[in-house]
């Protein structure tokens, strides 16, 4: 899901290298992830790949629940990602 600008003023930026494993399919996951700039692919078991880029997110099910990831992300080319984890956004209910 794009959402312009969102990720922008994060308190915590990831610089990801290209070629970089961001989590792989089945990790636990505590985070979802907003890319600032650069590419990721989600590559996922049957085969599909999703390609995204600035103000998008990806990994958000880790917020929702506790399932294993469903796919792997990669960074495609030199990225700069936030995230947001379940323990923080806890505190602010």
Do not use: H, Q, Y
């Not at 990720?7 to 990790?27: L, Q, T």
């Amino acid at each position: 899901m794009k959402v312009p600008g969102v990720f922008d003023a994060a308190n915590e930026i990831r610089e990801v290298p290209a070629g970089s494993v961001i989590f792989e399919v089945g990790d636990e996951g505590e985070e979802m992830f907003g890319v600032i700039a650069g590419k990721v692919e989600l590559r996922m078991p049957d085969g599909r790949v999703f390609e995204l880029g600035s103000d998008e997110s990806f990994g958000e099910m880790a917020i929702v629940d506790t399932s294993p990831r469903s796919g792997t992300a990669v960074a495609t080319e030199d990225a700069s990602s936030s995230s947001w984890a379940r323990r923080r956004l806890s505190r602010c209910r």
